[in-house]
């Protein structure tokens, strides 16, 4: 099992829906979630991390996480075309050797439509 | 403003050749780190640094060569031993390594011929 898995997409939804980003990790001693855009040729911009189970929210975006079935998902509401991106998700991991690495998934491209 | 720096944006070299790619932070992070971006892949690390004249490899440090001589400064080399070195690198930092965000440069894309 890969450690962080995203859809690839893309998604498409229409403009003031509602996006749903999902993420499932695989280490169950993950204490860190992140999500990331990023714009086409651009580098990756900081959304959301969370860190306890349950909700977060920041404006339209809701970051919500479940450590028990080991996922993380991200809701865009009243989705604009300026949120079409690719949205990556990141998580820590640990190592065999006991240290951290954050490892990123390969991102779900999100396309709103107009 | 504090940032992190990533000159320059676009590089290009002949094969055989090493090539050293800049990036500098004034956010005054501990951690610094590397990552390789490919199409259709996620962000794969390559070096990173928690402390100044320390660091570790990554999932793929061969044919990567880094120093941490200075906390701003975290340059990345990469050697004629890197078989497929085109990409696009990216730098980051974060205030400690464990459990913080990391805050990307705006990226170096190298092509080599």
């Known amino acids: 099992q890969k450690e962080v898995e995203q859809n690839s997409g893309p998604l498409s939804v229409p403009e003031g829906a509602i996006a749903s980003l999902n993420c499932t990790y695989s280490?169950?001693?993950?204490?860190?979630f992140f999500w990331y855009r990023q714009y086409s040729g651009k580098s990756p911009e900081l959304i959301m991390f969370i860190y306890s189970n349950g909700d977060k929210e920041d404006g339209r975006f809701t970051a919500q996480l479940n450590k028990a079935s080991q996922y993380v998902s991200l809701l865009i509401r009243d989705s604009q075309p300026s949120d079409s991106a690719t949205y990556l998700c990141a998580v820590n991991i640990i190592t065999q050797g006991g240290s951290e690495k954050l490892v990123f998934g390969k991102g779900t491209k999100l396309t709103v439509n107009p | 403003d504090g940032g992190i720096t990533q000159s320059p944006k676009y590089l290009f070299r002949k094969e055989g050749q090493n090539v050293t790619l800049s990036c500098e932070q004034n956010l005054n992070h501990d951690a610094m780190y590397w990552y390789r971006q490919d199409p259709g892949q996620g962000l794969r690390l390559i070096y990173y640094s928690q402390i100044v004249n320390d660091f570790q490899k990554g999932d793929i440090a061969e044919g990567y060569s880094v120093s941490r001589e200075k906390k701003e400064s975290f340059p990345l080399t990469v050697t004629s031993a890197q078989k497929n070195p085109t990409a696009f690198y990216l730098c980051?930092?974060?205030?400690?390594?464990?459990?913080?965000?990391?805050?990307f440069g705006n990226g170096t894309r190298l092509t080599v011929t």
């Open positions: 280490d169950r001693g993950s204490q860190s």
């Open positions: 980051a930092s974060s205030i400690r390594q464990l459990n913080s965000p990391l805050h």
